[in-house]
């Protein structure tokens, strides 16, 4: 049963054709509603560019605030310009992945065949002092924060990118990049757990889910996107202190994870 994400709100999602494990062979469709929903405890921002920090347009220098304190730019600390090194991975398509490996800072290209968004799986060691970021689009203006550590993350899911898009990455170390369609996901079913930032696709019929976090150190957080197949589902949530929290995931439906701590989602209700 695919599911869609094509929605008249701006952001605007692709559609989603997520074929999901126990679902009924054919076409049928029901839209996603981007608009995040948020739960008393684990509550975020949305932001177009998934980086858990609302865009602003980059100030020129830092200002004053109305209490005459300096205020930094949001965006002072991210590249303003491509890395010299050029790496194209190829296309990436459904039951198609595209792959890159190099080594130094390097614009990672690849190229979308189809209507669906990418997970990018991101090997870079133990990422001492490596950054990775979603190169400025048309949708996007200003690079998004994507990975400061190995894992899977979540990009690309504005229906009006275009299929060609790169990744940025600073680095002084060796890397492997890996893009595939979140249809190709495995499906998972049940209780999952993990460390570090992942994309699942989970299979069944619950509302929610108990969801339990611990960082990893002071400066770790947690940030959840789901999407889902229906237009109340899709939301964002997270937190910066350990929680455990019952959040409304209704499956089945796509969870993106960033974070470097510990977590798990347990499907009930």
């Known amino acids: ?37 948020t739960n008393s405890s684990t509550t975020a921002t949305p932001d177009p560019d998934g980086d858990g920090d609302e865009d602003e347009a980059p100030a020129e220098d830092t200002q004053d605030d109305a209490a005459g304190e300096v205020v930094d730019d949001p965006l002072a600390d991210r590249p303003t310009q491509a890395p010299e090194q050029q790496v194209s991975a190829g ?35 133990d990422c001492a002092g490596t950054r990775a970021f979603m190169a400025p689009t048309g949708v996007t203006p200003y690079p998004g924060t994507l990975a400061e550590s190995s894992g899977a993350y979540l990009m690309d899911v504005f229906e009006d990118s275009a299929p060609k898009q790169s990744v940025w ?5 060796a890397w492997s990049l890996r893009f595939e369609s979140w249809n190709d996901l495995p499906v998972a079913t049940g209780a999952q757990s993990g460390t570090g930032s992942t994309v699942l696709l989970i299979d069944g019929s619950t509302a929610e889910a108990e969801v339990t976090w611990a960082p990893a150190g002071d400066e ?9 197949v229906d237009r109340a589902a899709a939301r964002m949530f997270g937190d910066s202190v350990a929680f455990t929290d019952v959040v409304e995931l209704p499956l089945p439906g796509v969870l993106a994870i960033t974070t470097d701590g510990e977590w798990s989602v347990t499907p009930q209700g």
């Open 1 to 37: 049963m695919p599911l869609t994400g094509r929605t008249a709100t701006v952001p605007v999602f692709l559609a989603l054709a997520v074929v999901l494990a126990g679902c009924a062979p054919g076409p049928g469709t029901v839209p996603v509603d981007p608009t995040p929903s």
């Open 91 to 125: 296309t990436v398509a459904e039951g198609s992945a595209a792959e890159a490996s190099g080594e130094g800072s390097a614009e990672v290209t690849f190229e979308r065949d189809g209507d669906f968004a990418v997970v990018v799986h991101l090997d870079c060691g």
């Open 169 to 173: 990455l600073e680095t002084d170390g």
């Open 220 to 228: 770790d957080t947690f940030q959840g996107r789901f999407f889902g």
